[in-house]
């Protein structure tokens, strides 16, 4: 019998793509999502990259009653990957209360969902290097400080782990991993699932892919006088595809009992870090298009440099990103033209 996974948030950005992997590597999966920042269709991109049709539920996860039916439902699951939360962080200072009520109350409602099965249960944990804020010292380690968080959403990623990592105390049946992603970027290979933003996006990457498609006049490049080598910030972009196979890793490591202690953090990204005018060039080579972009003033709030040491996941999970900034960007820009029928 193959294991039962949870997906919750599993028609969004990483979570589909991390579908398409635990269906390729033989696991059950079941989809949970509202729909609030996705759509039915992606189960559509899904089935046609594997071949096969995913269990979908619509739910709200801050219906704690739906939540309990849902686990009566499915009393055999062997693992949760919780991806579904709200993500935007200039959103999260204004609607703080929405933030904290959607990315804690929904992780609390999971985990007694998970206590009163009183069953063993493998739990994936989507957090982030904004936990880190401004590191001290680069790259960035996981046994780096957790700073002050800079916004309500990078507060609901800090005190999500901590409500973990007390369970795991608590509760000796549960095992859980804090994955803290860097900047996931681009699509799947096969072009049939990728990010969708709703709005004006705030990320780097899909404002450069929705400018060379027409629907911005010019990317404003926040900030050129930072203490980098062209003035512009510095991140780890990584490929969504690497970011999902490592979570299928880390289940694996779970449902195997391999792990060290019950509550487990791993930094996800490339170890390399790219400045925004390395993105908008690399961007322009394999585009083929010229980008129309100018530094503006810096934006509130962001961090100058950030990149991962990812000797931890590379050492522990024997996992490593395999694709460069070109094949995501390429992977990003195909997937742009395909939603704009470009
Ligand atoms: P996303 O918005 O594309 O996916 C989240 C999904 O969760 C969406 O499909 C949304 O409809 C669903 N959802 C939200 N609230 C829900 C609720 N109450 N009940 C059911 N479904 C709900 O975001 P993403 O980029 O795929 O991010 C996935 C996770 O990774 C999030 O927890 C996010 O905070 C975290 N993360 C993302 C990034 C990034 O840059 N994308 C970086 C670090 C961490
Ligand atoms: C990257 C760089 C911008 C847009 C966000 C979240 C963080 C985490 C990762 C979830 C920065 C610059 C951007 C633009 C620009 N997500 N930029 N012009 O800031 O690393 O972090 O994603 O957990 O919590 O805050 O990513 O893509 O917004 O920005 O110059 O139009 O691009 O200033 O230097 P960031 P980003």
């Not at 969004?12 to 793509?17: F, L, P, Q």
């Not at 046994?143 to 409500?163: F, H, L, R, W």
């Not at 991993?177 to 996931?184: G, K, T």
């Not at 681009?186 to 498609?213: D, Y």
Request: glycine share 8%; proline share 3%; hydrophobic share 35%.
């Amino acid at each position: 019998m193959p294991s039962k996974i949870l997906v919750t948030g599993g028609l969004g950005y990483i979570g589909s793509h991390t579908c398409v992997e635990l269906i390729q590597q033989g696991f059950e999966i079941i989809i949970v999502d509202d729909l609030s920042n996705s759509s039915k269709n992606v189960l559509d991109g899904i089935k046609k990259i594997t071949g096969i049709s995913p269990k979908f539920v619509k739910l709200d996860l801050r219906d704690r009653k739906e939540v309990n039916l849902l686990f009566q439902y499915h009393p055999d699951l062997t693992g949760i990957i919780h991806f579904a939360a709200y993500k935007a962080v200039g959103e999260s200072v204004k609607q703080p209360l929405e933030y904290y009520e959607n990315n804690i109350s929904s992780l609390i409602y999971l985990l007694q969902a998970i206590e009163s099965k009183g069953q063993r249960c493998s739990f994936i944990f989507s957090s982030s290097c904004t936990v880190y804020g401004q590191a001290d010292q680069l790259p960035i380690t996981e046994q780096d400080p957790v700073k002050k968080a800079e916004s309500p959403y990078g507060n609901t990623k800090q005190i999500g782990e901590e409500i973990l990592y007390d369970n795991t105390r608590s509760n000796d049946l549960l095992k859980v991993i804090s994955l803290r992603y860097f900047n996931p970027i681009g699509a799947h290979s096969s072009i049939e699932i990728g990010e969708l933003s709703k709005g004006k996006p705030q990320n780097l990457v899909p404002f450069i892919t929705q400018t060379a498609a027409g629907i911005h006049q010019k990317i404003n490049v926040f900030g050129g006088d930072y203490p980098t080598d062209d003035g512009t910030c510095v991140r780890d972009y990584i490929h969504v595809v690497d970011l999902a196979k490592a979570h299928v890793v880390g289940l694996k490591r779970m449902i195997a009992d391999e792990q060290s202690e019950n509550f487990e953090v791993f930094n996800l990204g490339t170890g390399k870090g790219n400045s925004v005018l390395e993105v908008i060039k690399t961007f322009e080579k394999i585009s083929g298009i010229s980008l129309n972009h100018e530094i503006v003033d810096r934006r509130s709030g962001d961090i100058v440099e950030a990149y991962a040491d990812t000797s931890k996941a590379n050492e522990i999970l024997g996992w490593q990103a395999i694709n460069n900034l070109e094949m995501a960007l390429k992977t990003a820009w195909e997937w742009e033209k395909k939603i704009r029928n470009k």
